[in-house]
């Protein structure tokens, strides 16, 4: 699903068509997932709660991104950067103000809290028209007290990561028209190749090296971006050629920088000063 969407994502065709395509695309995988469970049974409530604690917010939670994003994308006015970055600031306000309404769910969702997980994540206690749900229309047997206010956290984190990119971007932008060129080469930036990155960016995924295994790919080609300013719009593309690589290794980028800290480890060791005389 998460593949298709970054070839919507790419795609040159307009917002309302991507957003089309893309909540297509993740309800067929709903649908999907739901079939699955209904023909599968979960053998224990902790394999239950782990998927209605985790996996289906992983699915759920792009729905309400796209929605969300096209939102935010569609009601930008014109105008100063000044005015732009106000916009985002005060988007992130609100996302802050959902937290703030869910705060007691919110808390136990970011810090990782179990105890609460029967009532939250069983289908068993499922209590219609909590707070939380008139968001949503929930399926009949597909739903629990809280699996969509996870999902939402989930878009939402998305989400912070999508305008903090473009607050940086505009500010950036700002900071070039001052300063010139003397200030942006102050700026960290990546100067080797993309596709280069993109096998660090993947590699700190399948590893699970960041927010204990949970961030999503794009969070981290995002954090990249913003960090190294870099546009890596075309991440999964790139991806795409190093799964195509047949000549050479998947990943003769890391596997070089892997030679070249050995090599610098061994030249240490076998470094022997002069001796004074």
């Keep these: 699903m998460e593949e298709d969407l970054a070839v919507f994502a790419d795609a040159g065709t307009t917002l309302v068509n991507r957003l089309s395509s893309s909540l297509n695309c993740v309800a067929s995988a709903l649908d999907k997932l739901k079939a699955y469970i209904e023909e599968h049974a979960f053998e224990t409530e902790a394999a239950e709660i782990e998927f209605f604690k985790t996996s289906k917010p992983r699915f759920y939670c ?23 970055r106000k916009y985002y600031l005060n988007e992130l306000a609100l996302l802050e103000r959902t937290h703030n309404h869910f705060r007691h769910v919110y808390q136990y969702y970011i810090d ?79 100067t080797g190749d993309k596709i280069h990155l993109i096998e660090i960016a993947y590699g700190i995924y399948f590893t699970g090296q960041m927010n204990d295994g949970k961030a999503d790919i794009k969070e981290i080609i995002a954090w990249l971006e913003t960090s190294l300013n870099i546009d890596l719009s075309q991440a999964y593309r790139m991806f795409l050629d190093i799964r195509r690589r047949k000549t050479t ?17 061994e030249e240490t060791y076998n470094y022997k000063p002069k001796k004074k005389r």
């Design 62 to 84: 792009w729905k309400i991104y796209l929605v969300e994003q096209y939102s935010i994308q569609t009601n930008l006015k014109k105008g100063s950067i000044q005015m732009q």
């Design 112 to 190: 990782h809290e179990t105890h609460r997980d029967a009532e939250y994540f069983l289908r068993v206690n499922y209590i219609p028209y909590l707070p939380g749900q008139d968001y949503h229309q929930p399926p009949a047997g597909f739903s629990t007290n809280q699996d969509y206010l996870f999902a939402r956290f989930r878009a939402n984190r998305m989400l912070q990561d999508f305008l903090i990119t473009k607050i940086s971007r505009l500010e950036n932008s700002a900071a070039e028209e001052l300063a010139g060129k003397v200030l942006a080469r102050r700026k960290r930036r990546w």
């Design 249 to 265: 290794s998947y990943t003769k980028f890391l596997e070089s920088m892997c030679e070249a800290i050995a090599k610098h480890i």
